[in-house]
């Protein structure tokens, strides 16, 4: 029902735009977030949007460099990713929470997952 794309190879520096497709339904009341999960750690929050689009909310580490946004008309989210480091590198997740407008940062409280989409970073 989610379905991410856009990753991909990138060097240090460079920039990327994902891009989480929903379909089959639709989420465009939902609060959306953006996970990722790199080698060897759990999966921890990026960015997350409210349903409205009104509010935005991110991780300390991508602050100021990475942007989340929606297009209901698309029922698609978004995350441009700038000033890209090796650190970044991961696979990426979007999801739906399971309490539609809930804004949150725990993906222990999101229900509806992408397939996720890998990142790498060269330095």
């Known amino acids: 029902q989610l379905q991410a794309s856009g990753g991909g190879l990138v060097q240090a520096g460079g920039s990327l735009r994902l891009s989480c497709e929903a379909s089959?339904?639709?989420?465009?009341?939902?609060?959306m977030g953006w996970f990722r999960q790199g080698p060897g750690k759990e999966r921890g929050f990026v960015a997350a949007?409210?349903?409205?689009?009104?509010?935005?909310y991110y991780a300390d580490s991508v602050k100021g460099r990475f942007t989340i946004s929606r297009d209901n008309a698309e029922n698609t989210v978004y995350l441009q990713m700038n000033s890209l480091k090796p650190e970044d590198t991961a696979v990426y997740y979007c999801?739906?929470?399971?309490?539609?407008?809930?804004?949150?940062?725990?993906?222990?409280?999101?229900?509806?997952w992408g397939q996720g989409t890998l990142v790498t970073v060269s330095s």
């Open positions: 949007i409210s349903w409205g689009a009104g509010s935005t």
């Open positions: 089959g339904r639709t989420f465009n009341n939902y609060a």
């Open positions: 999801a739906a929470p399971v309490k539609f407008r809930q804004v949150t940062t725990t993906p222990a409280e999101y229900r509806y």
